[in-house]
């Protein structure tokens, strides 16, 4: 019986929906603020990111005030999560940045 639970589990993460989507813009940094990057698009759209991975914080320290204005090719996703209620709820999460000359 366990092993055809762990069949069934594993068959299940295999073939389960992914529930991260990527996107890619190009936008200003506005600035860092109460844990939020925030970027704004060509569109004037704002974003609001809560998070920049750990390889692109070894590139660009985004709290540092330089780079406020700088235009980016950004590559962030959402990725789902569960609070303390188990409650689930979405972050945008940078992945990738580049800096546009």
Do not use: H
């Amino acid at each position: 019986m366990k092993t055809l639970l762990t069949f069934f589990t594993i068959i299940s993460l295999a073939f389960g929906k992914n529930d991260q989507e990527v996107f890619t813009m190009k936008a200003v940094f506005d600035g860092f603020e109460d844990d939020t990057y925030f970027f704004t698009d060509s569109e004037d759209e704002t974003y609001y990111i809560q998070e920049v991975s750990a390889e692109v914080t070894k590139i660009y320290d985004l709290k540092d005030i330089k780079y406020n204005g700088k235009t980016f090719n950004v590559t962030y996703e959402t990725q789902k999560r569960l609070d303390e209620s188990n409650e689930p709820y979405e972050v945008f999460v940078v992945t990738k940045l580049t800096l546009v000359e």
